[in-house]
């Protein structure tokens, strides 16, 4: 059975940072490209950071260039997301999601960790 569980969130300050992990069981990360998205209130989903299987590229939403940064340990099966200078709007349920490099049906969702960003 394949599970991401993300863990991290919480409450922070405006300028503050955050580090979420997604720990993955059930497959291997080196086979996937691992995404993290975020739903905030109101909002549609959408996608922060992506990071190939190999980890030698990453992609970023224009909202948070320069503050986030999605990283991987292979050997430990995780993922994370360093999220620094975190602003209101970065508030959101922020999802860890792996899709198979080769067989994109495969693809699969943790269930999420709530961030608030407020003083």
């Known amino acids: 059975q394949v599970q991401l569980v993300e863990s991290g969130g919480g409450l922070v300050q405006p300028g503050g940072s955050l580090r979420l992990s997604c720990a993955a069981s059930?497959?291997?990360?080196?086979?996937?490209?691992m995404n993290w998205y975020r739903q905030g209130p109101g909002k549609e989903r959408e996608l922060v950071a992506g990071?190939?299987?190999?980890?030698?590229?990453?992609n970023y939403a224009d909202s948070v260039k320069g503050r986030f940064a999605i990283s991987r340990d292979n050997a430990l099966n995780t993922v994370y997301l360093q999220m620094n200078s975190v602003k209101p709007e970065d508030t959101a349920v922020y999802y860890c999601?792996?899709?198979?490099?080769?067989?994109?049906?495969?693809?699969?969702w943790g269930q999420g960790t709530q961030v608030t960003v407020s003083s």
């Open positions: 990071i190939t299987s190999t980890g030698d590229s990453t």
């Open positions: 059930g497959l291997t990360i080196r086979r996937y490209v």
């Open positions: 999601n792996a899709v198979h490099k080769q067989i994109v049906t495969l693809n699969y």
